[in-house]
């Protein structure tokens, strides 16, 4: 099942600790989703290889854990939090083999927990939260998925007010469709129209075409589910 030609190791230096480890990446013709969901959740067949399970790198000495969003700034007086709640507490263990869901599960909880205590970017926080929750509709968990889904669009609720997610891969427009798609997801309706909404009227729309085309169709997907309701 598990080609070694479908990985190879990637060189990294913690950025707590400072200290070199390797972790595994999936080569891209080995990670062809057969079916991408409407919140961009990819799906894989025997074979391929879910990428997703590798975006998060834990340091086996110190137990931080981060993704390549992760800034390498620590805030004041982070340092000595993670200190105290990760490193102290961090029995040395390696997440730098092939995972299996489980080891992918527990590497994004750590990440989450990392990047909450360096008080990550909220729009980065909030993409681990949304692919913890992508996992665990693999595993057809959906009590797991909705609670992670709920993170996400706080985070990305809170990015958007912030602003922060100014020099991440997420434009305003992304995170706009994010909140209306996930909200839509958690049957939070009324917030769904509302967001879709603002991606259509949004200044940079005629740049961002495909976002807004599939802001479109979502704006009514999500009537018709409404209507539905209503009837
Ligand atoms: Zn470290």
Redesign the pocket.
């Known amino acids: 099942m598990q080609s070694s030609e479908a990985f190879y190791e990637k060189k990294l230096t913690?950025v707590?600790?400072?200290?070199p480890f390797t972790s595994q990446r999936v080569r891209s013709r080995f990670s062809i989703p057969y079916q991408v969901d409407s919140d961009f959740c990819p799906h894989f067949r025997d074979g391929n290889h879910n990428p997703h399970y590798y975006f998060v790198n834990v340091?086996p000495?110190?137990?931080?854990a981060f993704s390549e969003e992760f800034s390498d700034q620590f805030p004041l007086g982070c340092r000595e939090v993670i200190s105290s709640q990760i490193t102290k507490h961090w029995t040395k263990r390696d997440f730098g083999l092939i995972r299996d869901l489980q080891q992918a599960i527990e590497s994004y909880k750590l990440a989450i927990l990392s990047g909450s205590l360096k008080k990550e970017k909220n729009a980065v926080l909030a993409g681990l939260c949304l692919r913890l929750a992508w996992l665990y509709r693999t595993e057809n968990n959906s009590e797991q998925e909705k609670r992670f889904l709920s993170l996400a669009l706080k985070a990305y609720e809170e990015s958007f007010i912030y602003s922060d997610f100014t020099n991440t891969s997420m434009s305003e427009l992304n995170i706009l469709f994010m909140v209306g798609e996930i909200s839509r997801r958690l049957e939070q309706y009324q917030k769904s129209v509302l967001y879709f909404t603002k991606v259509i009227q949004h200044n940079n729309a005629d740049k961002e075409q495909k976002m807004v085309n599939l802001a479109k169709e979502q704006l009514s997907v999500v009537r018709e589910e409404v209507r539905k309701g209503n009837s």
């Open positions: 913690c707590f600790c400072c200290k340091c000495e110190c137990g931080f």
